[in-house]
């Protein structure tokens, strides 16, 4: 089965020369260079990926299911399947994560919290005497 690599699939861009003052919600690919002052969302339900770039910042919250930063996030970041954070990578907020890949170099100012798939419960219907 072929999977799509998040890299590859980047739907849209903010320019390293763009600010944007603002919440932004967004579905699919989102590689951000510029600066984004506001929550950046993407569309609930669907597999999304946000890439934060070197010269990229964003003051906000974050809710991404796959998270890549090499910029800087000052803000809580809630990611539902993978972030990673690379070498030059900065996150100034709490950090909610499923799977978590930190490189050397890195920065997390903030607590991390492991959101793990929800606990299965079996429930056993009572027997009858």
Request: with cysteine.
């Amino acid at each position: 089965m072929f999977v799509r690599n998040p890299k590859d699939s980047m739907d849209s861009l903010i320019g390293v020369s763009t600010r944007l003052d603002g919440d932004l919600l967004f579905k699919g690919g989102l590689r951000i260079d510029g600066h984004v002052h506001g929550n950046v969302t993407a569309e609930p339900g669907q597999p999304s990926h946000l890439v934060v770039g070197e010269h990229g910042k964003i003051h906000g919250e974050v809710r991404c299911s796959n998270v890549v930063v090499n910029g800087e996030i000052n803000g809580p970041v809630h990611s539902s399947d993978l972030l990673e954070i690379q070498p030059k990578g900065r996150i100034i907020g709490n950090v909610f994560y499923r799977t978590l890949e930190i490189h050397g170099g890195a920065l997390v100012s903030g607590m991390l919290s492991h959101q793990g798939a929800s606990d299965n419960v079996l429930h056993l219907a009572a027997s009858e005497a």
